[in-house]
């Protein structure tokens, strides 16, 4: 267990809708990032978010947003979802600038877009 | 551009044998070097990593690592495998403040 804690587990929507991931990071930790994994694949860095702003950004479409708050949870939005947006999200908490970013992953949501 | 190969897709081995894992990068400079495990079911876990120092790491569940900056690889090892191995083995790598980048995973499977 890493402590870091991610809601829901699964999830269903249609092509189109909206969706809410959420995550708490490890206690200690400032920073927050997040990972689709599609299946038989490695992680891909979506964004990472530190002292709630965006700090750095994977190759993902403006459709993918994200907030991270004063207790450095975080949420992951994504609009007008797509059938390639079925994956498993994983978020990674760290603490950046204490030396090291060593990243302990919550358990994932997994999100089925039909 | 940034990446990481995993060339070992899927492996199988009977339990006692020695497991090594390949895992290459595609440039130098000041790198990160991770070696997560994805048991079934599970979350990713942090088996080992690499900031500098001492090339051969040694991480949990008698898992060791090389890093071996001429090839540009961070090979995962392991002297003698065990049922609950089955797993998947990713390797992951940082450069300075950028992303970490992750390979394509390499399904572990150990036969009793």
């Known amino acids: 267990e890493t402590g870091v804690t991610q809601s829901p587990t699964h999830l269903i929507k249609t092509r189109g809708q909206q969706v809410t991931l959420r995550c708490s990071s490890q206690?200690?930790?400032?920073?927050v990032s997040w990972y689709q994994q599609a299946l038989g694949q490695g992680p891909q860095f979506i964004f990472q978010?530190?002292?709630?702003?965006?700090?750095g950004r994977g190759n993902f479409p403006p459709r993918f947003s994200g907030l991270q708050f004063p207790n450095y949870s975080s949420e992951l939005n994504v609009n007008a979802l797509e059938l390639d947006d079925s994956a498993l999200y994983l978020c990674?908490?760290?603490?950046?600038?204490?030396?090291?970013?060593?990243?302990?992953f919550g358990p994932g949501t997994r999100l089925t877009v039909l | 551009a940034q990446s990481v190969s995993q060339h070992n897709h899927h492996v199988i081995l009977s339990e006692a044998a020695s497991l090594e894992l390949g895992c290459n990068y595609s440039?130098?400079?000041?790198?990160?070097l991770f070696w997560y495990v994805q048991y079934p079911g599970q979350h990713l876990q942090l088996l080992l990593k690499?900031?500098?120092?001492?090339?051969l790491v040694k991480g949990i569940k008698g898992f060791e690592a090389e890093f071996i900056k001429s090839k540009f690889s961070f090979n995962l090892r392991k002297p003698s495998v065990q049922w609950s191995d089955t797993a998947e083995y990713f390797c992951?790598?940082?450069?300075?403040?950028?992303?970490?980048?992750f390979g394509t995973g390499t399904r572990l499977t150990i036969i009793p």
């Open positions: 690499y900031f500098s120092g001492d090339p």
């Open positions: 978010y530190y002292r709630e702003e965006e700090n």
């Open positions: 992951a790598v940082k450069w300075g403040n950028e992303k970490l980048t």
């Open positions: 440039y130098g400079g000041t790198v990160n």
């Open positions: 206690s200690g930790h400032n920073t």
């Open positions: 990674a908490s760290s603490a950046l600038g204490q030396g090291t970013d060593t990243q302990y």
